[in-house]
């Protein structure tokens, strides 16, 4: 069998269109886990990165990981509402979708290292938004470092960028030396941009979320939220980007991934939303990344009722008067917020 470097590798990953990517052996990643002081962290990190991959058919001592990351970056409007038609907000990581995008550069490559190796094609698996801890393995390969807000900063990319991970059935042996993952926050120096931004003080300390406060977070969970957070929604759909589009490293970023399967647009008609039957739903979010099994229609209904109590436009009061006596409670409790909002 042919044996591929890790440049070779990352340069298939540069050529299928791939804006940063680093190769790390499974060996690696325990060697760097292993150096972790605190041992309950260490053997949480072992476990999560050990059984997030599943089953596999050789040790993961004897894998390597190609990590890439795609920008999802584009210079465009955020809102495109007009005083008759008020729209609800898409976060830029869900306008298109990006993770079907990555995966299908990963199978490219997997098929280009397939002809060259000679390996099946079951013993390479790809991962892209799943349980794999994708920016710990984002981190450890040195793809880039955790930020304040939590998240994995690349540079050049900044945050704005979805991670792809390829499993090869090989060891590679790098060069390159490996460092564990910096304390979140040592590279934003002073800068407290994204906890002063997050509406709702979900940025505990430094890389601490408290995914119960988080926006981002309970925009797909099916609960009635808190009267404080009602507010503080705004006019979002899917995702929140609050703490994101204050951060210095997403300025100036030029790299862009052109991308149309799955197009929803930075924002969507509250009215246009609101009319849709379940089923119509549906197919209005399939194939983008809010149409994903996990995603319950009912959360998307929430959130534009949400989005349309803060709109405050009375042209929306006939769309979302029906919501008040939908069977589901969350969808009522949002609805009849909605409506004192707006006001008779
Ligand atoms: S995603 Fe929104 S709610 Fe969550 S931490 Fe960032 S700004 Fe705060
Ligand atoms: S906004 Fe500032 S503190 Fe937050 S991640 Fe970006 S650089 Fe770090």
Not at 233 to 258: D, F, H, I, K, M
Not at 262 to 282: D, F, M, N, Y
Request: positive net charge; glycine residues 6%.
């Amino acid at each position: 069998m042919k044996s591929l470097g890790a440049a070779e590798i990352c340069a298939l990953a540069k050529k299928a269109g791939f804006h940063k990517s680093e190769v790390i052996s499974g060996k690696k990643v325990y060697e760097i886990l292993a150096c972790q002081h605190n041992a309950v962290f260490k053997h949480n990190l072992v476990q999560t990165v050990t059984s997030s991959f599943g089953d596999l058919s050789r040790p993961f001592t004897d894998c390597s990981l190609l990590v890439s990351a795609l920008s999802c970056h584009r210079q465009e409007a955020d809102d495109l509402s007009t005083a008759d038609d008020p729209h609800t907000l898409v976060a830029p990581f869900a306008r298109r979708n990006y993770y079907r995008e990555a995966v299908k550069k990963m199978q490219k490559i997997a098929r280009s290292i397939r002809e060259q190796t000679g390996l099946p094609k079951q013993s390479l698996r790809i991962f892209c938004n799943s349980h794999v801890p994708e920016k710990l393995l984002g981190a450890l390969s040195g793809l880039g470092f955790y930020g304040k807000n939590s998240l994995l900063i690349c540079p050049g990319l900044g945050s704005r960028h979805v991670i792809a991970i390829l499993l090869l059935p090989f060891s590679i042996d790098s060069e390159k030396e490996y460092k564990p993952p910096e304390v979140p926050g040592l590279q934003c120096g002073d800068c407290t941009a994204c906890s002063d931004a997050c509406p709702t003080r979900a940025l505990r300390a430094p890389g601490k979320l408290d995914t119960k406060l988080c926006l981002q977070s309970l925009s797909t969970e099916l609960i009635i939220l808190p009267e404080r957070f009602k507010t503080k929604w705004a006019y979002r759909l899917y995702g929140c980007e609050s703490c994101q589009s204050v951060c210095p490293y997403n300025s100036g970023l030029s790299e862009t991934t052109a991308v149309d399967s799955g197009a929803i647009g930075p924002s969507v008609s509250i009215a246009t939303l609101l009319q849709l039957s379940l089923p119509e739903w549906k197919s209005y979010f399939k194939h983008t990344p809010m149409g994903l099994s996990w995603i319950h229609p009912y959360v998307l209904m929430r959130n534009t009722l949400l989005a349309a109590g803060n709109r405050k436009n009375k042209a929306l009061l006939p769309y979302l008067l029906p919501y008040t006596r939908h069977e589901n409670m969350v969808l009522r409790d949002a609805a009849l917020w909605a409506k004192n909002m707006i006001g008779d």
